[in-house]
């Protein structure tokens, strides 16, 4: 079946299942394959739980009407979802970079949400499934689509900019993360930067960070707004106020002396780049400033993503949802910096970094020395194979099984980690 007689079927099924356990009536079912499984096996599952059709690449799995004979279900899924975003035809912005992007794309959508109806990824949906099923979601009733982007591999953003076909868009910021896929922190600055190669090749718009001098130099031919922090750096300009230990800002339009407060509920200097950009996305489509900063103030961090949780003996600053290089070290400067009368901290390794794991986690240790704090411990093979005096466990397990002999009182307690070694179980003990 072609794309445009699919495309006819979906605009009268509109629901889309790529899980056979979750089968709304009336749905399609995309039979995508994986490593240690094949779709086509629970097509038929599908269409007894509820679904109207099923979308098969293998023949002997249609046995009647109600399966869609495709050459590749994931490709056919990818392309009914650019069918479908070019003809809704709305704006859509595109967000990836190392770190950031999530927390970027919600703030975005916070802003966003004060004067459109508008759809964006929800959680981490962000590769080649989680993007064409964030578009096939949007329909008329929306004005803005807002699509995060994520890769670990070479090729990947472009593979997605050519699904989603964003009008606009941002890149946090390129740093050292999933370098085993990337081979190099100049395959991560390309691949990311193949977002930019799309906006400059059809006339988009992108904002910029002008502080960050690899996106400075990778957007020159772009149409670009920028946005920082030094001064008469772009079109939005900020300053942080405060960092104790909710980030506070102040910012303005460039040669404009009106200027606005924004009090958030996110920990970390790191977070200023990502409110500028909210800030610079909500002027460029007309968001009143001060609903902006009612949006941005309002706007609550969620899963395990620059929080602050508090216990009832210790306050802790909880980034556990992922971590690299550039966040583990930004994590830690800002912590050193934070006014607290005992500071510890419970860090995890930092996975997918390939042949330079070793010596990154070892930087770290040596920050972490640097920086002399009451009690630090690490967690993970990579960070066991360090030079390093301070308590090193196997897993997190290990960990938790000490956490009672520690006797922690009114500490301030920084927990960072990649998401592989889930941190967040020790939440509980502390």
Known sequence: MNTELLYQLYLQHPTITTDSRTCPSGSLFFALKGTNFNGNAYAAS???????????????YAVDERYIVVRDVLQSLQELAHHHRIALGLPVI?????????????????????????YYTQGNL???????????????????????????????????????????????NVGKAHLEGFGSF???????????????????????NLDN?????????????????????????????ANAPFLAMRWHNFGDTAEYQIETKLIGAYNAENVLAAVCVGRYFDVDSSLICEAINKYTPQNNRSQLTETAHNKLVVDAYNANPTSMRAAIQNFAAMEAPKKALILGD?????????????????????????????????????????????????????????????????????????????????
């Open 46 to 60: 599908a269409l007894k739980m509820g679904c109207a059709f099923a979308v098969v690449d293998e023949k002997e």
């Open 94 to 118: 595109g967000i990836t970079g190392t770190n950031g992007k999530t927390t970027t794309k919600e703030l975005i959508a916070a802003v966003l949400k004060q004067k459109f109806s508008i």
């Open 126 to 172: 962000n590769n080649h499934i989680g993007v064409p099923l964030t578009l096939l979601s949007l329909t008329k009733a929306h004005q803005l689509a807002v699509i995060e982007m994520g890769a670990n591999h070479p090729g990947e953003i472009k593979t997605l900019v050519d699904i989603a076909c964003p009008n606009v868009g941002l890149i946090t």
């Open 186 to 208: 100049e395959g991560v600055i390309k691949t990311k930067s193949e977002l930019y190669d799309f906006l400059r090749e059809t006339g988009g718009q992108a904002f910029v």
């Open 213 to 241: 001098p690899i996106l400075y130099e990778k957007s020159e031919g772009i149409n670009r707004i920028g946005y920082g922090i030094e001064k008469n750096n772009g079109q939005v300009q900020g300053e942080i106020t």
């Open 350 to 430: 930092m996975l997918e970094l390939g042949n330079d794991s070793g010596t990154e986690h070892q930087c770290i240790v040596d920050l972490l020395v640097e920086n002399k704090f009451d009690k630090v411990f690490l967690v993970g093979e990579c960070f066991s194979k360090t030079n390093t005096n301070y308590p090193v466990f196997s897993d997190v397990i290990a960990l938790i099984s000490e956490i009672p002999k520690q006797k922690f009182q009114n500490y301030y307690i920084l927990i960072k980690g990649s998401r592989g070694i889930k941190l967040e179980k020790t939440l509980s003990y502390l």
